[in-house]
């Protein structure tokens, strides 16, 4: 069975710093993978996906994540936050096209001024 | 845009009650799902359908049931709410041929049943 952890609860950060949101996912078959982002009060959106192919994937608003396939990790970067970046992010895992994702816990992203 | 709403933001409902969360979309999507999110558990599957009058058990269907009459619409239900039950709702689909992959949310109902 699929299962992803997410190794953060919540990531503190100041404006303009960098920031890493560790991922690590568990399956015995090739997956698709994707990150989610929840601003307060809205639904999730898409921020980025792996699919197939290059293992360094760019997302929307400036944030970009590497497949990495021996380690079973899928972190999720940004070289420098923003206010607005504060979210909650979702890291996700799919074994086939258009069945179910499997969610990790979350990671809450603080940017501090 | 893929447009995916669900019919109440906030909702609150008495233990024991029948009560129905509605989720529609506009892109003719086969598959749709809803999800059930607390904090520090993300979101967890309780049902999915693939087509219209299908359905199946995600990982934590218990007390919880779904209709799909329609292709756009897709609807939850709990028999008889409890207050274990309260907790933010999401919908979302994915149709077929999409290359991206990407399921797309709704922007949740907040229950709370008391």
């Known amino acids: 069975a699929q299962s992803v952890t997410q190794l953060d609860s919540q990531v503190p950060v100041f404006e303009e710093a960098p920031v890493e949101l560790r991922c690590n996912y568990s399956?015995?078959?090739?997956?698709?993978l994707f990150w989610y982002v929840q601003y307060p009060n809205q639904g999730l959106q898409l921020l980025l996906k792996?699919?197939?192919?290059?293992?360094l994937v760019k997302g929307i608003n400036g944030f970009e994540a590497e497949f990495n396939k021996s380690q079973t990790s899928f972190h999720l970067r940004k070289p420098s936050v923003h206010i607005s970046d504060t979210a909650e992010y979702f890291c996700?895992?799919?074994?086939?096209?258009?069945?179910?994702?499997?969610f990790g816990a979350g990671t809450i992203l603080r940017v501090k001024s | 845009d893929v447009k995916v709403t669900q019919s109440s933001r906030y909702l609150v409902k008495r233990t024991g009650e029948k009560v129905f969360l509605e989720c529609v979309q506009d892109m003719d999507h086969e598959n749709m799902f809803w999800y059930r999110q607390d904090p520090g558990l993300g979101l967890r599957l309780i049902y999915f359908?693939?087509?219209?009058?299908?359905?199946e058990k995600g990982d934590i269907p218990e007390g919880y049931s779904v209709s799909r009459e329609k292709k756009e619409r897709f609807s939850l239900i709990l028999e008889s709410a409890s207050t274990n039950q309260t907790s933010m709702y999401l919908c979302?689909?994915?149709?077929?041929?999409?290359?991206?992959?990407?399921?797309?949310f709704g922007p949740g109902t907040r229950l709370t049943v008391t």
């Open positions: 979302a689909s994915i149709g077929p041929g999409q290359g991206t992959y990407e399921q797309y």
């Open positions: 359908s693939y087509d219209v009058k299908m359905k």
């Open positions: 792996y699919l197939s192919g290059s293992t």
């Open positions: 399956s015995s078959v090739s997956v698709y």
């Open positions: 996700a895992v799919s074994e086939e096209y258009g069945n179910k994702l499997v």
